[in-house]
C-alpha cells in the first residue's frame, strides 16, 4: 500500500478515482439540491449566521451525491470539512471528485480494499498539526470505533508498553485496525487521546452505530457525546423504510435486470429496513415470505399478508433472499448451496457479515464469475449450479446502485445537520454528557415539515382550543415522546 | 328514567335488551373464540391456578362478541365481573344476553341514551355492600373519571357541605356525571372514597382514555396505579390499524352500501386510526386526501402518496369525510353546508365532537331524515341537498357495523388479561404506584407471540452468537423501549 | 304450494315480504340515484320521448335496490314491467315491497324456496290475456330456459301427445322447472309459443347466461334476438371486477365478522370474478392463492405476487374458499371434510353448484348449526369440527351483504337500458336475427362516459391529426373490437 | 456516413460498437436463458427437427440481451438471421456483440444516427445475390415499411421513371428513407420487389406497428402475410403491462435517481402501458393522475382511485410526465415550459413524437445540458428553470435501462417464435393470405404454460364433466376468442 495524498491548487489534501468527473458531480449536485429542501432551507436559515465558524469536522459516511449536499451545507454553514466513505463500494466517483475539487478534503472511491478503507478513515481523522476534528458525523460508527481503539491501545501502551498486536485478532478488518493504531501509536503515543480532548461530539446515522453507542454508553466508555440520528423519525421511520423501498428494487434491477413480478422473495428480518424491502418486493409483483426472530414484527407481516417462515423452510425455492437483519450468519454458504440456481442473495442490512461471504469463498471448489462489478456469479462444484451475489455482500443499494435517494437522505442529513449544531453550540455548556442523546421532538417535526411544501403539502392548524383539548402547545410538539408513528 | 336492574334466576342482576339472544350470542362466542387465540392461551396457562380468585373486575368497554371472550376468560381465571358498555351505540345485544345469562352482571344496550348509559356505569361500579371493584378494565375512562369525580365531589362536600350542581356545567353530558354523583353523596358520602380504597388499579384500552391518566398523574391526581394498555405495541400498532382497516369499510358498507371505488375520501389524522383507514379506503379504489397538523404524519402520508390538503380545500369535492383525531371540532357544521350532496361524515376516532353534531342538530331548518337506525341524512334548508351522517356522530365501526374482528381484538384483549394480572398479582407488592405503566417489552412479544400459531407463521430463533451480538437475550425481548416498529 | 298473488290498490299484482318496509326502499331508492348517474341519465335524456311507450317488460334479475332504480328507469321511459329475482336469496325485500307499491308488479322475496323461485318467474313472464311480455331482462337466463323449455314440450306434446314427466330428471331444480310446464302445458298448450312469437328479444345480463345463449345459437335453438351485455366492457370488467372487490369483503364481514388480515384465502378462478376477490383479499391483508384451468389466468396471478396451487395442495392449511369459477364441483364434500376448524367456505361465482352442497348436506352424521341467517356451520362427525357456509353456497354476496354497489350496476344497468332500447326500436327493422349480439363499441363507451363526471373526472379531446395519426375518429370510439382493457 | 460493414473470422458481416464487450454479453444471455422458460421449451421441443432449415430471417427489434436469446433460439432451430435494432437507443452494445461474434449478422449500435439507423435496416434486409429475407420478425414496422415504401417507389418509377424526392416531406426521417431507397432503386431497380416476392411473411411485435398492419390490410396495400403477435393475450397484457410496471421506474431511477415516493406523477393514457406505468409509480409512492381520451380507460382509472385529469390541469403542478399513447403531440413546447422546475418528461410509449422534441429543440433560446447520456436538463431562457428530459424522447426504459425483463420477454418472443414457424410451416400452403392474424387461442394458452413452472405454480386440471359443463375441451382452449382478461 502505497497510497498518496493528492493536493488541489488551493491546498487541500484528497485521494479519489477520478477528478475528471468532477463537472458531472456538479450537475448531479444541482440536481439532488432541489430534492433536498431540509438542506437547503438550513442553508437559508443559518447560513448567514455562520454557526460553524472555527468547527472542523469530520464525516465518515457513504460519499455519495447526497453527501455531496450535505458536505456543501456544512461548508455553507461555515465549517471546515474532511469525509471518508464508510462503505467500499458506497462511494460515487463523481460526488467524490467534485466536493475534492471545490468543498472540502475527501478520500474516497468506489471499490476500496479494506486497507485503503481504513487509510482513508484515518486520513478524514487527521486534521495535521492544528489539530482537530471538532465533531464528527458518523455513519456505523467506524470512526468513532478507530478514535476509541485508538485510545485504548494508547491506554495500554502507556500502561504497558505494549503495541496493539494485529495477530491477536481472527478478524481480518481489525487486523487492519490494529495495524493503523500501532503504526500510529509509534508516531505519536497521545494521537487519539489528543483527538478525544478536543472532540465536541459525534451524531450517528445508523442503527448499527446507534446501538455501540449505547453498549458503550452502558459500559462507561464512551468518550465524548453522541446524538442518536438515527431514532429521530424522520431518520429511521423514513430513510429505513422509504429509501430501502426506493433502492432495493433499483439495486436489483441494475445489477441483475430481473423480472421481480413472479418471483419468491425472501426478507430477512421485517424491521424497518425489511418493511421497506418487503414492501417493495410485493408491490413489483413477487411473492414475498419474511424470517423474523421477534414476534411482533412477524404478527406486523402477517398482517400484511406476508408469509412468516424460517429461512430452511424456503431455501430452495426461493428466487431472492434480502438480508436487512443488522445480526451476522443470516445465510451461511450452507444454505446457499441448497438454493436454486441462479438465486440471487444480496444484504442492505449493514454489515457484509449478514451473508457467510467467508464461508463462500472459502468452500472448495467453488467458482466465481464476475458478470460485472459488484454481481458476481458463484458455482458450487458439486450441482454446477450458482448464485448471484451482489455487491459481495456488502449493501447491494450502494454497491449495485446510487442508494438512497436525495429527498429521504434530505431528511436524515437534516437531522445531522441540526445534531451537529446543536452539539457545537452546546460545546461549553455542558449540556451534553458523555452520553448518547436524541434530538428533541420539535428538531424532528421541523425537520419533517422542511420537507412538505416541496411535495405540496398544506397543514392543518390547531385552535388553541383544540391544542388545549389534547393537552399540546398550538405549534407542537404534537405526540407524547414514546409515539410510534 | 325509571330503570330496573333485574336478576338471573340465580340471581346476578343484569339489564340487557332480550335476553333471548343468549343463544345466537352464545354461537357467535364460540366463533370468535377460535379466532381469539391469546385470550384461549390465557385460558389454558393460568385457568387452572385461578389466579383472579376473590377479585371482583368492574369493565366500561364495548359489550360486544370479543368482549365477551375476555369477560369469560376473566371468570374462567377466577374474577366476578360486573360490565357495561363504554359508549351509547356499540353494545351487541346478542352478546350482552349471553353474558348476562352465564357469566357476569351486565348493563348495556344499543342505543343507549345518555342517562341511561351513565346509569349502567354506575351499576357496572357498584358491588354493593361486600364492596368493590377490585379491578378496573376500562376504555376511554369513563369509570376511572366517575370514581375520580366522586372522590372530588365527596371532598368538597366533606369540607363545604355543598353538593355538585349539575347546572354548573354547559356539558349535558357532564351534567348527568354530577347528577349521579350528587344522588349517590346523598345516600352514601363515602362511596367513592371506599370504592378508591380498595382498587388495586385500573387497565386503560384507548389513547383517549390513557391521555386523561397521564394529564392525573401530571397533575397529582390519579388516585389509584393505572397500566396504559394502549401503548403496548400489540395493541396500538394492531387494533388501532389493522382494526381499523377492517372496521371502516365495514361500517361504510352496511350503513350505506355506497362504492368505495372512484370516491374522493377524506380521513381527518393520519395516526394509528387514520393509517389504518387511509389504507383501507386506498384499496378499496377511493382516491384519498388527508388532514393532518403533525409534519411528521403528513410525511408519511406523502411518501405512501397519499395527498395533504386542508379540510378547507376538499369539503366541497369529497365524498367520505372521516375523522380519526381524538380530538374536537374537527368538522363543523358549516363546513357540512359546504358538502356535496349526499356526501358521508363520519367518526371513527374518539367521541362524537369530532364532528359537530351540536351545530347540526341545532342549525335552523336542518331536516333529519333517518333511512335506518346509524344513517342519518341531514337536509340544510337552503340548498335542499343532504349529508349523511353515521352512528350519531359516534364510533362508526362500533354503531354501524361489529367493532373490530376477533383476531386483533384479541391482541388488545391479551393485554387487558395480563395487565390485569399483574396489577392483581402485585396488589400488595407495593410495585405500582399512583402513576401510569406500560407492560414490559416482554409480555408485549408474548403476547404477538401467542397469535402466531394460528396464522401458521414460523419464527426464526436467534443463536446465542447472534443474539450477544446485537446484544439481546435468546429469547428476548429483542428491542429497545423506544422501538417504533 | 299455495301462494297468492296480491294486488295493491291501484289493481298491480304482487307476491313481497312485507309491504310495510316501502317507505325504508324508497328512501334507499332515493340515496341509490345519487349513485347511478348512468339510469338517471337515461331519464334525462331518453324520459321525454317515452321510448318504450307499449313495451311489456319482464325482468328476471336480483330484486335489489339498484335494481328498483333500473325498473324505474324502465317505466320513466314507458314501459311497463313486471320482475322477479333470479336467485332465492337476492331479492332486498325493502327495494322489493317499494317497486310493488309505486312502479311494478314485482314477485320475490329473500328466502324463497326453489318451488317459489320459479312460481315468481313463471308469475313474472305471465302478462295475463294481452300477452307479453315483449321484451325480457335476464341474469342467469332462467326467464329465457322457461320459455326455451316450455317451447320445446308444446312442440313435443304437439306432435305425441306427451307432457314432460318431472321424474325424468335427477336435477331436483329442473324438475320443478317440468312440473310448472306440464301443469301450464295442460291449461293452455300454445302459452310458450305465443310468448316466443310476440317476444322482441332479451338482454343478458351475466356470463352464465350469455354461455347458454351462444349454446343456443350454435345449435340453431336460440328463439329470439339475444344481446349480450355481459361483454360490454362497462359490464364484465366492471360489475364482475369492481363490483366484487367491493361485495366479497362486505359479505365475509357481515356473515362472520371474522379478521381477514393474516388469513390465507383460496379462491378459485382467477376470471374477472376471480380477480376482483383476490384484490380484495390481499388488500385486506390476507395471503391469496387461486387455483386455475387456464394458464394464462394462472400467469396473470403470478404476476401480481399470488401463489397458484391446486385445492388439494392448500385444502386444509387455508382460511378462507371462494368459488368464482362459473363452472361445478369446485369445492366437495370430501374437500370440505379436509379443512381447518371453522374454514369459510363461499360462492360468488354462479350457481351454488359450485359447491357440493348436496354431498354435504347427505354426509352421513353432518350437523347443521345456523349462527344466522345465511351464515351456517356445518360440523364432521368424525372429527366434530366444523366449516362455515356462507348463503347455502349460492351468491355470498347477495345472499349475505346487498350486492354490488350502485355506481357500478349503474354501468351494467346502463347497458341493459341501451340493449332494450336498440332491441325495442328495431323491433320490426329485422336488424336483430335470432343470435346472440353484443352492443357496439360507441355505446360501451357512452356508458362509461355517463360516469366520469360524478366522480371529477375530465377526459382529454384528440385533435384531429391526432385522431387521423391513430386512425380512429375524433369522437371514438378509439379502440379496435378485440381490445381487452 | 461512410459506414462500414465489417466481417467475422467466419465471414459473418456485422456492425457493432465493441466486439471486446461479447464475453459479458454471453454471460449475460447465460442469466437470461434461465429466465427465459418459453424461449428454452423451444429449442428443446423444435430444435431436434430443425424446422427452420432454409430460412433466412431479418430481425428488426432492440438489439437487447433478450433478443440474443431470441435470435439464438431462432438460429438454434435452423434459420439464418440478420439483425437490426427497432430504436436509435435500445440497442445492449455487449449483447449486439456476442450475436455478431457467435451466432448472426448484427448491425446495432446504442445511439446510432437516424441515418445510421436506416443504413443499419438496409443492411439487415440485404441477404445478398442468394436472396432473402424468407420471413421478418418486426417490431414497429420500420423494416415492413422499408419494403413496402421501397416497392411503392419501384412502382412509379416503373411507370413513370420518377425516383423518390426526399425533398418532397418535412418528415426528417422520412427524408432518409426516401433517400436509401432513391440510391437503392439506381442500382436495382427490383431490389425490394424481389425481396417481396420471397418473402413468406412478417411477424409484428407492437401496437403501432401492428395499427400500421391493419392500415395497409384495409387498404388493400400489404404485400405479404403478417402475424399479429403484439395481441397476444401473452403479448400484450404481459411485456406491455407488467413489463412496463418493471421496466418504467427502472428507467426513472438509473436516468435520474429521483425519489419517486412523494411525487405527482401524471402518466398520459391509461392502456395496457399507462395501466403498467400508473401501477408501478403508484406503487413507489407516487401521487398518479392520467389524462385519457378513452372514456372507458378513463373509468378504470378511477376504479383504482387515480385520479382523470387534462394534461393542462396539472401541467404546472406535478414532478413526472410519462407519455404512453402511441401518439403524437402529447406533450408540447408549451407545455413543457409552464412545468416546475427539473420536471421529468419522458416516453414510453412509441415514437418520440408524443413529446414535441422538436418544439423543444428549436425553442429560442433553450439550452441543453446533458447530465449524462440520454439525461438531459433543458433550460428555458424567460425562467431559467428547466426540465428533464429522457432519452431525448424516445423510449426511456430501452434508452436509460435495459428494457423488459427477460422473462416477460420470454413471453412475447415465445409468441414471435411460434408465428415464424406457423408462418414458415405454412408458406406453401395459402393458409396465410396478404391480410393480417393473430395466433389460435390454444398457443397462447401453451406460451403461458411454459412460463408457470419456473414460477412453481400449478394448474388445476378439468375433469371431463365439468369441461363438458363450461363447453370447453378439457385441453382448452378455455375462453372465448374475445375474452378480455
Not at 480494499?113 to 464528527?136: F, M, N, V
Request: proline fraction near 4%; include cysteine; charge should be negative.
Amino acid at each position: 500500500m502505497a497510497l498518496q495524498v493528492e493536493k488541489t491548487t488551493s491546498g487541500r489534501e484528497y485521494k479519489v478515482k477520478d477528478m475528471s468527473q468532477a463537472d458531472f458531480g456538479r450537475l448531479e449536485i444541482e440536481l439532488a439540491e432541489v430534492e433536498m429542501p431540509g438542506l437547503m432551507s438550513c442553508r437559508a436559515e443559518f447560513g448567514p449566521s455562520q454557526p460553524f465558524k472555527g468547527a472542523k469536522i469530520t464525516g465518515s459516511l457513504h460519499m455519495t451525491i447526497q453527501t455531496a449536499v450535505l458536505i456543501e451545507t456544512l461548508t455553507a454553514l461555515g465549517a471546515e470539512v474532511r469525509w471518508c466513505s464508510c462503505n467500499i463500494f458506497s462511494t460515487q466517483d463523481h460526488a467524490a471528485a467534485v466536493i475534492a475539487r471545490d468543498s472540502a478534503a475527501v478520500f474516497a472511491w468506489k471499490g476500496e480494499t479494506l486497507q485503503e478503507y481504513w487509510w482513508c478513515t484515518e486520513r478524514a481523522l487527521d486534521w495535521g498539526p492544528g489539530g482537530g476534528p471538532d465533531l464528527i458525523v458518523d455513519d456505523g460508527g467506524d470512526a468513532t470505533l478507530l478514535i476509541h481503539e485508538g485510545v485504548k491501545a494508547e491506554e495500554i501502551y502507556e500502561k504497558t508498553g505494549k503495541l496493539p498486536d494485529p495477530a491477536s485478532t481472527d478478524n481480518a478488518e481489525f487486523q487492519i485496525v490494529l495495524t493503523i493504531i500501532r503504526d500510529g501509536l509509534k508516531a505519536d503515543p497521545k494521537k487519539y487521546h489528543k483527538m478525544q480532548e478536543r472532540l465536541v461530539g459525534v451524531s450517528e446515522e445508523t442503527t448499527t452505530g446507534v446501538k455501540r453507542l449505547y453498549q458503550m454508553q452502558d459500559n462507561g466508555t464512551l468518550l465524548f457525546p453522541a446524538i442518536n440520528v438515527n431514532d429521530s423519525v424522520t431518520k429511521s421511520k423514513f430513510d429505513n423504510l422509504y429509501g430501502c423501498r426506493h433502492s432495493l428494487p433499483d439495486g436489483l434491477m441494475r445489477a441483475t435486470d430481473v423480472m421481480i413480478a413472479g418471483k419468491v422473495a425472501v426478507v430477512c428480518g421485517y424491521g424497518d429496513v425489511g418493511k421497506g424491502c418487503a414492501a417493495a418486493l410485493k408491490q413489483a409483483g413477487a411473492r414475498v415470505i419474511i424470517t423474523e426472530i421477534d414476534p411482533i414484527c412477524a404478527l406486523q407481516a402477517l398482517m400484511e399478508g406476508i408469509q412468516v417462515l424460517t429461512l430452511e423452510d424456503v431455501v430452495s425455492v426461493a428466487d431472492i433472499f434480502v438480508t436487512t437483519t443488522g445480526n451476522k450468519d443470516i445465510i451461511m454458504v450452507d444454505d446457499m448451496k441448497k438454493m436454486k440456481n441462479n438465486a440471487i442473495v444480496c444484504n442492505i442490512g449493514h454489515f457484509d457479515n449478514e451473508i457467510d461471504m467467508l464461508g463462500l469463498e472459502n468452500y472448495p471448489g467453488v467458482k466465481r464469475i464476475t458478470i460485472k462489478p459488484q454481481t458476481d456469479r458463484w458455482v458450487f462444484p458439486e450441482t454446477n449450479t450458482g448464485i448471484i451475489v451482489l455487491a459481495e455482500g456488502r449493501l447491494m443499494n450502494l454497491g449495485c446502485a446510487t442508494g438512497h435517494p436525495s429527498f429521504v437522505m434530505s431528511c436524515s442529513f437534516t437531522n445531522q445537520v441540526i445534531a451537529q449544531l446543536e452539539l457545537w453550540k452546546e460545546r461549553k455548556s455542558g449540556k451534553y454528557e458523555k452520553k448518547v442523546y436524541v434530538l428533541p421532538k420539535h428538531l424532528d417535526e421541523k425537520v419533517a415539515a422542511l420537507h412538505l411544501g416541496k411535495l405540496g403539502a398544506k397543514l392543518t392548524k390547531l385552535s388553541k382550543s383544540q391544542a388545549d383539548y389534547i393537552s399540546v402547545p398550538v405549534e407542537g410538539p404534537y405526540k407524547p415522546a414514546n409515539y410510534r408513528y
